[in-house]
């Protein structure tokens, strides 16, 4: 993988964009798209495609090993940026002969197009099995968290080829098996000659539990011997995402500033997007609601929605609807099956009160969970006030005790229909995952976050990842 690709990747984007965009000219307008890309328009774009790939060198820069929805959120940032300039640009020097429906489709069509080469890009080397070796310098409960992220996507392209245990004790085997490899490397075999060479390519990231101590020794070995050097503080429960890090010269400390979105303007937008969105939901799944309702009516009655009492904002109990998919004596049915599978049951509970092969279930519930049809009822609650389309899951009474000092963490948003925890293996992970990917949500959420969120859930609910 090239030093400077994915700039050629985003200069070939910005061309077919030009391209696509000059077809539509050609028939909107009934003049040829070679007039088009003789005109100064074209020359435009054109020094907008280079600005942009001098932007995003300086801001994010091309070579680095950055998560990729981070990049994707910079690049359409840098293009805002560009659509702002553009239509101010031609509302005080072209006036009223501007056509402004056409420049924004123009930037519609150059942001869009950017997105998906880069995503055909990642897919490409993820093929090929372009990976950017990794080295872990840490054996404890951060290196264990630092691999399960660095895994999780898979567009970051890294490979982890081993860790460096920086002392002599013995890993113990639950830290051994939650490693990505059992290479572990002690720190004088790290750093001999010889490993040196096979590893000059490699990345480190130091992932230590305690960072108290002077860790410029060490930054200044590796950054001598290796290709680069990353540094995971452990920071769990700070918010991330939207914060920015400054220095001051001369000094070794760097500030964290946390700047998430909390304002009444972008709050008010989530919720203007909530009624919207279920409106509009309500509007085209109207024929599938009314196709579900009669299946479930036919197979054994009434009732077609199935109400439950959940905890929501502010920790305020409230009706959380669904379709009913499990027949009407489903209590009766899991006491007996707990009876005479008494194993199976105690599995259940740890599960988070989930089965893969449920006995309760009916056969059209089956289908409408595998697809997720059963939380359409939902959308109701959303128009109610009571939940977000996107959001922490909704929890029973009886799960409140499991999110121990965090519960007004919880309690501060509406929950979702869908959320962090459901694109992230949703039933195939423990309640603690649960627990861990709300409070994380509800300390990081954004609007970008929420959109990411929603494309994440078609991906999901087309593959049936994880639904029980």
Request: one cysteine or more; aromatic letters at 12%; charged letters at 20%.
């Amino acid at each position: 993988m090239g030093r400077y690709a994915q700039s050629l990747v985003d200069m070939l984007a910005f061309g077919t964009a030009f391209v696509l965009y000059s077809l539509y000219l050609s028939g909107e307008y009934k003049f040829s798209a070679l007039q088009y890309i003789r005109s100064s328009a074209s020359s435009g774009m054109l020094i907008y495609a280079i600005l942009y790939v001098i932007f995003y060198q300086f801001k994010l820069g091309y070579a680095s090993s950055v998560y990729f929805l981070k990049e994707t959120r910079e690049a359409i940032g840098i293009l805002l940026y560009f659509v702002f300039l553009d239509v101010i640009f031609s509302v005080l020097f072209i006036g009223r002969d501007a056509r402004l429906y056409d420049l924004i489709l123009s930037w519609a069509i150059v942001i869009g197009t950017l997105v998906l080469f880069r995503i055909l890009y990642r897919q490409i080397l993820v093929a090929l099995g372009v990976r950017r070796p990794v080295v872990i310098y840490g054996t404890s409960a951060n290196a264990v968290a630092v691999t399960k992220t660095l895994l999780t996507d898979r567009f970051m392209l890294i490979k982890i080829i081993g860790y460096v245990a920086p002392d002599k004790k013995q890993l113990s085997a639950e830290v051994l098996n939650q490693l990505a490899t059992r290479r572990v490397m002690q720190v004088e075999e790290f750093f001999a000659r010889e490993n040196r060479e096979k590893l000059a390519n490699a990345t480190v990231y130091i992932a230590l539990d305690d960072n108290r101590g002077n860790l410029g020794p060490l930054v200044d070995r590796i950054s001598e011997n290796f290709d680069g050097c990353v540094v995971v503080p452990n920071l769990r429960g700070v918010p991330a995402d939207y914060s920015h890090i400054h220095h001051v010269m001369g000094r070794d400390f760097i500030f964290i500033h946390l700047s998430v979105a909390r304002t009444v303007f972008v709050r008010a937008m989530k919720r203007s997007l909530d009624v919207i969105l279920a409106a509009a939901a309500l509007i085209v799944f109207a024929p599938l609601l009314i196709i579900v309702a009669a299946l479930i009516w036919s197979g054994d009655g009434a009732p077609i929605i199935y109400s439950q009492e959940r905890i929501g904002r502010g920790i305020k109990p409230f009706k959380f609807y669904k379709f009913r998919s499990m027949v009407n004596n489903a209590d009766t049915i899991l006491a007996e099956w707990g009876e005479k599978n008494p194993d199976l049951y105690q599995a259940y509970v740890e599960n988070n009160f989930k089965l893969a092969k449920d006995p309760r279930v009916t056969g059209v519930g089956a289908w409408i969970r595998r697809s997720s049809i059963d939380e359409l009822p939902q959308l109701f609650n959303v128009l109610r006030g009571d939940m977000s389309i996107v959001g922490p899951r909704p929890i029973l009474e009886r799960e409140i005790d499991a999110y121990e000092g965090n519960l007004a963490l919880y309690g501060r948003m509406r929950p979702g229909i869908t959320g962090l925890w459901q694109v992230s293996g949703r039933s195939s992970t423990s309640f603690f995952d649960r627990a861990t990917y709300d409070e994380w949500y509800v300390r990081n959420w954004s609007i970008w976050l929420d959109i990411v969120i929603l494309f994440k859930t078609v991906r999901v609910v087309l593959m049936r990842n994880g639904a029980h």
